[in-house]
């Protein structure tokens, strides 16, 4: 089902912004990074953003849009208990199809590597339209891990026409990849941005609740689900048992995630088990924790911008810049090697300190007004607001374009006037 926000509730379109942007999230990470784009954009005499949600995340999305200033003019109720990506896929790339028609935007813009984002680029691409990675580059070097992630941001660095990294080595993943280097722009983490914004605003509130030494656990990722995530939560009830730690572990909406944890950590002494936490509260129960445990990608990039440790709860990667900078440590999913990598670093001082003096490799907070202004170098006045006249009249007869000519055509960043054969 779509749905119309309300538009008196979000801040009003400039009164002679040319370009409008369609900005498409579905999870509350993509929310989080993309909210500083769209404030950016807002504050932009040249764009006007339309913003689009799917809901993939919906009960966690609806805890921070309107403290973080995003209200969606669309969103989507696609989710559905127990879903297969299949079907989430289905239904996405049909519903955000609507929206790019009845909006006709001049660009969309999409961040990560999720389904909505997938989806978001696939629907573009499909109308034409010229698609904003935010968060490009990203590779973890296995296809199938994270699940499905790693397929996800692959396949949308064939739709990009910006791609927006955050860091060096996300640059150079897309340059060996074959993608223009012109196209390609290092920015920093939205990511930050926020974080920043945040901290800076005075806002969030820490949910632990002692003066012990403070872990902060996430969990969620879906190669981690079943008996491995069981396995880790008999690590954190192992940990917090020695006495000296308090243990705070946000739960996930997943029920796969609840019932391999909850059963594990339910009445496990110094463990604090809550429903998701708010992105404001999540920021300040960070901000003043000691060891930070996860499987997410955006706390491997927030935590090393506080100074706190980070051990890294999967097999791979696709932020190996964290591990090269020291600020955090790829343990893999083995209790026991979670269990004593943890128990390292809050026995050991120096292996402590020498993780929380690293320097972050993540940006300096100004990504969002990077990518604002690579977008608003190239989509100015010159560039007819929305998908406009047909630029190249004389390929009008676009169902017998030759596929890799049809392919180069929308890389430019052109649409054709007819409909194409699949």
């Known amino acids: 089902m779509t749905t119309r926000g309300a538009a008196t509730e979000r801040p009003p379109a400039n009164a002679v912004a040319q370009v409008r942007l369609l900005v498409i999230f579905g999870t509350r990470p993509e929310a989080v990074k993309l909210a500083p784009v769209v404030r950016a954009l807002q504050a932009s005499p040249l764009f006007a953003p339309v913003v689009c949600s799917t809901g993939q995340h919906k009960e966690m999305l609806e805890q921070m849009l309107d403290a973080m200033h995003l209200v969606p003019d669309y969103q989507l109720g696609l989710m559905r208990d127990r879903q297969a990506l299949s079907s989430l896929t289905s239904l996405a790339v049909s519903g955000l199809s609507e929206i790019i028609r009845a909006e006709r935007p001049t660009a969309v813009v999409v961040q990560g590597d999720t ?13 034409g339209v010229p698609v904003a990675h935010v968060e490009a580059g990203l590779r973890s070097g296995c296809l199938d891990s994270p699940f499905p992630e790693e397929l996800n941001r692959r396949l949308v660095a064939q739709m990009t026409r910006w791609h927006f990294a955050p860091t060096q080595g996300a640059a150079s ?11 390609v722009a290092v920015t920093g983490n939205t ?11 005075g806002l969030g509130s820490s949910r632990f609740r002692t003066g012990l030494r403070r872990v902060l656990v996430t969990l969620h990722r879906r190669e981690n689900q079943g008996e491995t995530m069981r396995g880790l939560a008999g690590a954190i009830r192992e940990l917090a048992a020695r006495g000296d730690v308090e243990v705070l572990l946000p739960l996930h909406k997943s029920s796969s995630v609840r019932d391999a944890i ?32 996860t499987d997410s990608g955006g706390v491997q990039e927030e935590a090393p911008s506080l100074g706190k440790p980070v051990l890294v709860l999967r097999e791979t990667t696709e932020r190996p810049e964290a591990i090269a900078a020291g600020a955090a440590r790829l343990v893999g999913t083995s209790a026991d090697a979670v269990y004593q990598a943890a128990a390292r670093l809050l026995d050991d001082s120096d292996a402590y300190a020498a993780m929380a003096q690293a320097v972050s490799p993540f940006g300096d907070g100004h990504a969002a007004p990077r990518i604002v202004s690579r977008l608003a170098a190239e989509l100015a006045p010159s560039t007819p607001a929305g998908p406009g006249p047909n630029p190249l009249p004389h390929l009008a007869s676009a169902h017998y374009i030759y596929r890799p000519l049809r392919a180069a055509i929308y890389r430019r960043g052109y649409r054709l006037t007819v409909p194409m054969s699949a």
């Open 115 to 127: 389904t909505t984002c997938l989806c978001g680029a696939l629907a573009a691409f499909y109308a």
């Open 173 to 183: 993943n897309l340059r060996r990849e074959g993608i223009d280097a012109a196209s």
């Open 191 to 201: 990511g930050i941005d926020n974080l920043r914004w945040v901290l800076d605003s």
């Open 262 to 293: 909850v059963p594990v950590l339910r009445d496990a002494p110094n463990v604090t088990l809550t429903d998701p936490l708010g992105y404001f509260e999540f920021t300040g129960s960070l901000a003043s924790a000691d060891l930070v445990l």
